[in-house]
């Protein structure tokens, strides 16, 4: 297929499945603690239209959950058909990792999911209260295993290797917290929020726009600014910590994202170029001197290795790195300045009366999904030529698979995921275009009561 081998077509299927799978995770994880706020806010101060975005967003879950777990299941399944080399040496540590995600983070989620959808009514407001609050906290385990699992093949430590080649777990808890897993958990969930919050957001922009009195609109796009707001700054602090334990345990990674295959004194910043591997050098490079110095060592003439440092087979490919780097961070600052605009219209009193503001919120809706996808590539690809850090090659990880079988299996991916999940995002996309506040009396959408439970009890 288009002259790749198998090993090509098999890390090609990984990559879409995986790009598919993580919106998934992303948005339900933010998501449902969206909605678990929703519902303290409901009970707290008694007005309906927490309640009624929390209708709202729950059946948008729904369907984003479902697909989510869907995917992940066929990923699970792609280790053992394209990747049984990798699932045979590294089973014995990662399978117990994926089966305590099951067992605390899937059953709580599962559990509990049914009662946060449909049993308001019939089991009370405070215990519907506690089961959304479990789905939420299920969501955020389910994401602490994950982040372990990845971290572990990115950063190994508290392992052995036995007489048939096989990593065995010799202490679970270096394992679990292996060096870089605290970073990529943190940056994670706060991508998650993130992304949460532009979709949040972008909706209840589109809303204002058509109707700029909406309550529903204005409550939901008022939160999503005030999440922007104070989780983008700390997502640009969590990646500094997180590119600074990268520069300490992958460095061959970080050269690679910063475009630099020489290592000749302080650092540039390159804003702009072409890495070309073959010819170890960046083309047309557009530079500020010493800040890449500054940002990765914090000061104004440290050094980091250049590539040239690492041999040519060690080596991740750099362009791919250089670029989804970049887009990531370039629309995580898109996204500080949407916090900083809403920051500033809501001092002057404009925040639900500014039309471009809520345009732009708009455009910038998907932007979370784009950064996560962006700094999964980074980090995926950056992992390369390995799928255990500096432990076990790629090359030495697939199933012994010709290249027309595994192009079959990833025809068929893309046929079947972008006509399931095609359809179920289309229809997310016609929920969203129905105001929460939509078939509602006028009555119903008049000023609230901010003191008393009794508006919530009878909702329910």
Known sequence: MFGLDAIDLARAQFAFTVSFHIIFPAFSIGL???????????????????????????????????????????????????????????????????????????????????????????????????????????????????????????TPQGYGVNEQGQFIPLDWFAVVFNPSFPYRLVHMVLAAYLTTALVVGAVGGWHLVRNHMDEGARTMFSMAMWMLLVTAPLQILAGDQHGLNTLEHQPAKVAAMEGHFENDGPVPLLLFGIPDDEAEVTRYAVEIPHLGSLILTHSWTGEIRGLKDFPKEDRPPAAIIFWSFRIMVALGFCMLGLALWSAFARWRGRLYHMPLLHRAATLMGPAGFVAVIAGWVTTEVGRQPFTVYGLLRTAESHSPLEAPAVATSLIAFIVVYFSVFGTGVFYMFRLFAKSPDHGLDVEDIGPTRTASREPVENAG
Do not use: C
Request: hydrophobic share 55%; net charge positive.
């Open 32 to 154: 449902a603690s969206y909605l678990a706020v929703l519902q303290g806010m409901a009970l707290w101060t008694g007005q309906a239209v927490y309640q009624r975005l929390f209708d709202y967003w729950k059946t948008i879950f729904a369907v984003g959950f479902g697909m989510g777990v869907v995917s992940g299941i066929v990923m699970s399944y792609q280790f053992g058909t394209n990747w049984s080399v990798f699932s045979d040496k590294a089973g014995p540590v990662i399978g117990p990792l994926m089966g305590y995600e099951v067992l605390s983070a899937f059953f709580l989620e599962a559990g509990f999911l049914g009662v946060m959808l449909f049993g308001r009514q019939r089991v009370g407001a405070r215990l519907h209260m506690f089961a959304t609050a479990m789905v939420a906290v299920g969501t955020l385990f389910s994401a602490f295993w994950i982040l372990s699992v990845n971290s572990w093949m990115q």
